[in-house]
């Protein structure tokens, strides 16, 4: 008995990945097709991480590589976990910008620009005192930029 249940649990496994990719994967090309405008701006293989605030003594730590549109009111993120997972998406809201173009929106608290990186603090709607940090890593010059011009227009 117990072999049989072992015998379908791999397949099992590798099914239900196949599907959350490919899930993810029409997801993320739909919200780019709808919610992309003639100024938005595509990143792609963004490597980072993402620090969550579990409470007392509590952190997870994940490492991703990310995919971001960049709207004039929003940011999409598609992390990937483990380079090539598709996760869940996160959609960032800027705090002074009206709410057309998003959906399902975080609001983004602060944002910090280092030399090659950039931090962007949330604080979620379902974890009202536990905060998010999304911490791009290695980005160029220009991609610096952009997020230099973000945090110029939109006082961050």
């Known amino acids: 008995m117990f ?33 992309s405008v003639s100024n938005s701006k595509y990143l792609k293989n963004i490597r980072g991480l993402i620090i969550s605030d579990g409470g007392y003594l509590q952190k997870k730590i994940q490492l991703c590589s990310f995919d971001l549109l960049i709207n004039d009111n929003t940011i999409f993120i ?10 869940r998406k996160i959609n960032l809201n800027f705090s002074n910008s009206d709410k057309k173009l998003t959906r399902s929106r975080i609001l983004l608290r602060e944002m910090k620009i280092s030399n090659q990186s950039v931090d962007l603090i949330s604080y979620p709607n379902y ?14 010059t220009e991609q610096i930029s952009i997020f230099e011009e973000i945090k110029k227009n939109k006082n961050y």
């Open 78 to 87: 598609f992390p990937k976990s483990f380079y090539v997972i598709p996760m």
């Open 127 to 140: 974890l009202q005192s536990k905060g998010r940090i999304i911490r791009l890593q290695n980005l160029t």
């Open 3 to 35: 072999d049989s249940i072992l015998s379908y649990f791999f397949p099992a496994i590798i099914l239900s990945l196949m599907i959350s990719v490919i899930y993810f994967f029409f997801e993320k090309r739909k919200i780019i097709k709808n919610y």
